[in-house]
């Protein structure tokens, strides 16, 4: 079996990559490098620079290829309220060029990278597949118009597809493919930290147990494996699924910023300021569904996170 990963260059495409190369896949990888970076590419898989929407790059990408890994994708929720056109042309635009390609060559195996980003402000204690999907924003809504191609393609052309909804992803597998953005609360936090800056937390008058806002995070390295996971289960002739992929366990701002504190040996000093427009108080999956279809439970804790993050970020900033 031949895996196309795009985006295999990225933060977490270039986990997927790790993953399958180490589970003995064939792998080909399509970048255009626009985010990603070529230290990334796993020298066991074939690499393709280029665009979803350059149709030479994409043909050549699509060789031989008997399923797709389709992670590639503009990701920045405050950049698509600016930029809306630029995310539908990269990010819906792009999977339609690569859904024509499958159509066309055959190929029946797609696992999607989707996002918690499609369920907006849920209002329930654990976020279930079927919660009512209402995106906050252009990123969000990119991805949930994804989902809907997919479900098309799956009735119109039998194409198999796995969603993988995506909460808050952080860590690194090794310390080489930690996150290099700086968009994320940890990231922040470490760069707050690095600058001699006291880190900000975004409201402590929330709902909650603390005041702060919570979050389901999960280890980048149980990303890869659940996309692992659902590829294999393809291969083995499921017909596809929509799932969540975090722990089930909320963490606070807080709880964040206090393992942050453990694992780097630094005071985390803080300031509160004002709520950011558009956070929900709560955001944490239910697990069940994957667990129940396929098996899997994401295995790493907020402490290893933190903890391989913090390496990755020493790494890229010695
Ligand atoms: C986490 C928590 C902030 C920074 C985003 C996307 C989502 C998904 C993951 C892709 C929140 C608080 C943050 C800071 C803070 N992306 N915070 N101070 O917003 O939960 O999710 O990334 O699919 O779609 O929306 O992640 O890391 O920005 O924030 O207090 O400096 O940390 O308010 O509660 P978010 P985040």
């Known amino acids: 079996m031949t895996w196309l990963v795009t985006g295999g260059a990225g933060y977490i495409g270039a986990h997927v990559v790790r993953a399958m190369v180490q589970d003995g896949q064939q792998v080909v990888v399509l970048d255009d490098l626009s985010t990603g970076t070529p230290d990334r590419l796993d020298p066991a898989a074939r690499f393709v620079p280029g665009s979803l929407l350059d149709p030479t790059a994409l043909a050549d990408a699509m060789h031989g290829v008997t399923g ?17 056109l630029r995310y539908y042309r990269e990010n819906v635009d792009g999977l339609l ?25 849920p209002d329930v204690e654990l976020v279930t597949e079927d919660t009512p999907k209402d995106p ?14 997919l479900r098309d393609c799956a009735i119109a052309y039998g194409l198999r597809v796995m969603c993988m909804r995506y909460f808050n992803v952080a860590g690194a597998a090794i310390p080489e493919l930690g996150d290099p953005g700086v968009f994320n ?11 001699g800056e006291r880190p900000r937390v975004f409201g402590d008058d929330y709902p909650t147990p603390d005041g702060t806002c919570i979050r389901d995070y999960v280890h980048v390295a149980d990303i890869a494996e659940a996309h ?10 499921s017909t596809g699924s929509t799932y969540n992929i ?35 108080a709560r955001v944490v999956a239910s697990v069940d569904r994957i667990a129940e ?5 994401a295995e790493h804790d907020l402490e290893q996170m933190v903890a391989s993050a913090w390496a990755g970020w020493q790494l890229r900033h010695p």
């Open 68 to 84: 797709v890994v389709h992670i590639a994708a503009k990701k920045q929720v405050g950049e698509s309220v600016a930029e809306p």
């Open 97 to 121: 060029a690569l859904l024509e390609a499958c159509r066309d060559g055959g190929v029946d195996r797609f696992v999607f990278s989707s996002s918690a980003a499609t369920y907006g402000m």
């Open 136 to 149: 906050l924003s252009p990123y969000g809504e990119t991805k949930l118009v994804g989902e809907w191609l």
């Open 185 to 195: 609360l940890v990231p922040l936090v470490f760069q707050a930290l690095a600058k």
């Open 228 to 237: 692992l996971t659902a590829a294999r289960t393809l291969d083995a002739g």
């Open 246 to 280: 975090g722990r089930g366990t909320g963490s606070s701002v807080l709880e964040v910023l206090e393992v942050i504190g453990q694992v780097t040996g630094l005071e985390v000093a803080y300031d509160i300021v004002d709520r950011r427009p558009g956070d929900p």
């Open 293 to 297: 279809d396929l098996g899997f439970r």
